[in-house]
């Protein structure tokens, strides 16, 4: 069984910092596909950053340069380092797991596995 477990959730000021952990469990795939994504209230869920087993890492444009996705192989944990918070970075953040078949996904609802969230506030 897959489990993707997210931690390190809170409520920050602008400018402030955080780090999301995602421990993921029972990956059964050599390969992957390891995004980071968001939801705030209101609004559909949007793609953060991405880490694949080839070594590309990718980020939207709206936090490229702020978050930085890392992967511990050792810890089998996918983190999210967020820099230079702004309150539209608040917001519910997944992660989610797919093996890389022909690339990753590219819509959010082909992704097989997908942790429970945690929440980041951030205040002016």
């Known amino acids: 069984q897959v489990q993707l477990v997210e931690s390190g959730g809170g409520s920050v000021e602008v400018g402030g910092s955080l780090r999301l952990a995602c421990e993921i469990s029972?990956?059964?795939?050599?390969?992957?596909?390891m995004d980071w994504f968001r939801q705030a209230p209101g609004k559909e869920r949007e793609w953060v950053a991405e880490?694949?087993?080839?070594?590309?890492?990718t980020y939207s444009e709206f936090v490229k340069g702020r978050f930085t996705i890392s992967r511990d192989v050792a810890k089998n944990t996918l983190y999210l380092q967020m820099n230079s918070l702004k309150p539209e970075d608040s917001a519910m953040y997944y992660c989610?797991?797919?093996?890389?078949?022909?690339?990753?996904?590219?819509?959010?609802?082909?992704?097989?596995?997908w942790g429970q969230g945690t929440q980041v506030s951030v205040s002016s």
């Open positions: 989610a797991a797919h093996p890389m078949v022909d690339g990753c996904p590219v819509i959010l609802d082909e992704y097989k596995y």
């Open positions: 880490l694949d087993s080839d070594g590309s890492i």
């Open positions: 029972g990956y059964p795939h050599s390969s992957y596909c």
